[in-house]
C-alpha cells in the first residue's frame, strides 16, 4: 500500500530568524540560495511528495518582513503569535478534514528527507509522533498521527518527548550561521545535494539566472552562480563557489570569491569580496569570523537604496575615496619604492 | 655612530571614519613632515572603518614614503583587517602582531644606517655591493 500524508506543517519561527547573525536579515527559510529561497524549495519538495494541503504559520513577530513572504511561494502565510500552538490548532483542523497523517517541521534548516519512507516507518512505529535525527541529533522534522490530537492540551511538548525516531539518510545541513550557508551553496553547486541551482547552465558550473546582466569583460569562473536580475558589470570576477543571489549587482573591477551575495545587494568598486557572505550593508567574514555593519553605500549597501538615489547623485556614491585610490594606483610620477608596494596590490 | 630616529606608535580610535580620519591626519602631520618619519598605527580598537579611513592611511603612508620613512599597522582587529582585504590595500601595508613587533621591525635596519652617498643595496650585500660600484 502507498504510504501517503496529505497535510504538512511548515513553521517559521522567530528563534530561526537571527541564525544567520546577520543583522535585519530574515530568518533563514526566506534567504534565497541558489536562486530559490529555502521555503519555496520546502513548499515544492512537499507538492512533488503528493502533500495536498500545505500550511505555513510564521511567527507574528516577523511582521516587518512579510512582504518578503508573499513574494516566497503561492500559499499565503498565516501569522500567529505562538507557531506551536497555532501547529496544535492547524493539526486539529487536518483531522476534522479526514486527514491521517501530518508533516510538521520547523523552516530552520536543510535536510532532504524520504517523506514516504519516514510515513512507512512512523507508521510502523504505532506512536503519536515520529521525530527525524541525523547523526548530529533531533531535526525539527515530525510525522504526527492525528487520531488523538483532540485530546492532548500541549501537542508540541508531546512531539518533543515522542520516543520514536527517524533516522535522516538524505543531505542535512542546519544552517546556524553564515559558514553553513556557504556550505550549501557549495555543495548545490558541487551536486553534493538535491539543491539545484535556479537558472540556466551555460557552462559546465555556471548557471545564471533569467533577465541575469553579465558584461563581456566580466569573467565568471565554474562554480558559480548569477542570480535573476542580476548585474555583473566590467572586469569583474566571479569564482569558487561564489553565488550573486537576484537583483543584486557587483560593480566594476571587484572579484567575489567564495563568498555568497544575497539578493538585493550591492558590492562595490574595485573590491575584494572572499570568504563571505554579504546582505545589504552587513558583511560576514568567515575568515575572520566577524560581522561588520559598513556604512559606506560606495562599498557595500542595498541596491534598491541605490536605484533610488537620483542621476545625478550617482557620483559620490561611486566614493571619493575609491576613486582617489585607483587614481592613486595610476600615477606614474610616484616614488619607485612606493610604486613597487603598490603594484602588488594591483 | 648611527642615531636611531623614535618609532612613534598611535592608537587609532574605534571608528575610522570621514570625521575622525580627520581628527586622527590633524595628529599624524607634524609626525609625517620630518625626516624618514617611523609610525605604527595600532588597529586594535578600531572596530568600523570606511573609504575615508583607508585613504587616511593610505595618504599617511605616501606622506612617509615621500620622506624615505614607513607607515606600518599592528594589531589588527578583525573588522580593520575585512576593511583592509576588502579594498584591496592589506597587502600595502606591513601589519604586525603586536605594537613591539612593529617597533622592532623598524629597529632592524636603523634608519640612518647607511650612508647618503651609498646605493641602497650596499647595506644588503656588503662586499659584493662594493663590488657592482666599482664596475
Known sequence: MEEQVSGA?????????????????????????????????????????????????VDDRLAPLSPAFDSITNIPAQWVKNPWHGATETLRNYKDRGMEMAVVMRAAAYAEVDVEEFVRFHRAQAQFATRAFDAHGPLDFWVVTTDHIREMEDVGREMETSPARYVVRGYVNRLTGPRDLRRLVTDGLGSRCQLRPLGAQIRPGVWVGEGAHIHRKARIVAPAFIGHGSRVNSNCLITRGSSVESNSEIDFDTVVEDSSILENSYVGIGLDMTHSVVDGCTLHSLKHNVTVNIADPALIGRVAARRKSSPSSELPLLGLAQHIICARYQRRSIDARLANKYSLCL | MFVSRPVVVMQLPESLDLESARSVLQ?????????????????????????????????????????????????????????????????????????????????????????????????????????????
Not at chain 2, 54 to 67: G, I, N, P, Q
Not at chain 2, 90 to 114: G, Q
Open chain 2, 27 to 135: 595628529d599624524v602631520e607634524p609626525l609625517l613632515g620630518a625626516h624618514r618619519p617611523r609610525i605604527v598605527f595600532d588597529c586594535s580598537l578600531v572596530r568600523s572603518m570606511d573609504g575615508a579611513g583607508v585613504e587616511t592611511l593610505l595618504y599617511c603612508l605616501e606622506e612617509a614614503m615621500k620622506r624615505d620613512g614607513d607607515v606600518k599597522l599592528c594589531a589588527l582587529s578583525p573588522e580593520a583587517a575585512v576593511m583592509l582585504e576588502l579594498m584591496r590595500v592589506d597587502r600595502v601595508f606591513e601589519i604586525a602582531a603586536t605594537s613591539e613587533e612593529s617597533v622592532r621591525s623598524f629597529n632592524a635596519i636603523p634608519a640612518d644606517a647607511d650612508s647618503q652617498g651609498a646605493p641602497w643595496y650596499a647595506a644588503v650585500l656588503g662586499e659584493l655591493g662594493t663590488l657592482k660600484q666599482a664596475s
Open chain 1, 9 to 57: 506543517i511548515i513553521i517559521v519561527d522567530f528563534e530561526a530568524a537571527d541564525t544567520l547573525a546577520l543583522t535585519a536579515a530574515p530568518p533563514p527559510a526566506c534567504i534565497e540560495v541558489l536562486g530559490e529561497s529555502l521555503l519555496a524549495r520546502l513548499v515544492g519538495a512537499m507538492q512533488v511528495q503528493r502533500i495536498d494541503v500545505v500550511t505555513i504559520l
